[in-house]
């Protein structure tokens, strides 16, 4: 029924942006708060931000500062705005819901070259 959709990963080099967006096809995701969260080799997946369903946010202190969550729920889509990106931030970025969890997409590779 519903699936989560990841993209906009890439190779970047440091300092450089990215954009990545979440579409979740068939469910009204604009209704519920949103994640993104990452897993990087050997590590547990982490939250690197969120925003609620009345459009609060928070941010790992991390990416606080460089990374900006938003949505457009006309379009049904969670975007994350990616700045200064570093090495670090080197992972498969996933999203989903944060009160009723979706299955897990397949995530979108985001590789941050020195």
């Known amino acids: 029924q519903v699936q989560l959709v990841e993209s906009g990963g890439g190779l970047v080099q440091a300092g450089g942006s990215l954009r990545l967006s979440c579409t979740a096809s068939g469910g009204i995701f604009s209704s519920y708060g949103v994640g993104w969260y990452r897993q990087a080799p050997g590590m547990q997946r982490e939250s690197v931000a969120t925003?609620?369903?009345?459009?609060?946010?928070n941010y790992a202190d991390s990416v606080k500062g460089r990374f900006t969550i938003s949505r457009d729920n006309a379009k049904n889509t969670v975007y994350l705005q990616m700045n200064s990106l570093q090495p670090e931030d080197t992972a498969v970025y996933y999203c989903?819901?944060?009160?009723?969890?979706?299955?897990w997409g397949q995530g979108t590779q985001v590789t941050v070259s020195a």
């Open positions: 925003i609620t369903r009345g459009g609060s946010t």
């Open positions: 989903n819901q944060l009160l009723v969890r979706l299955n």
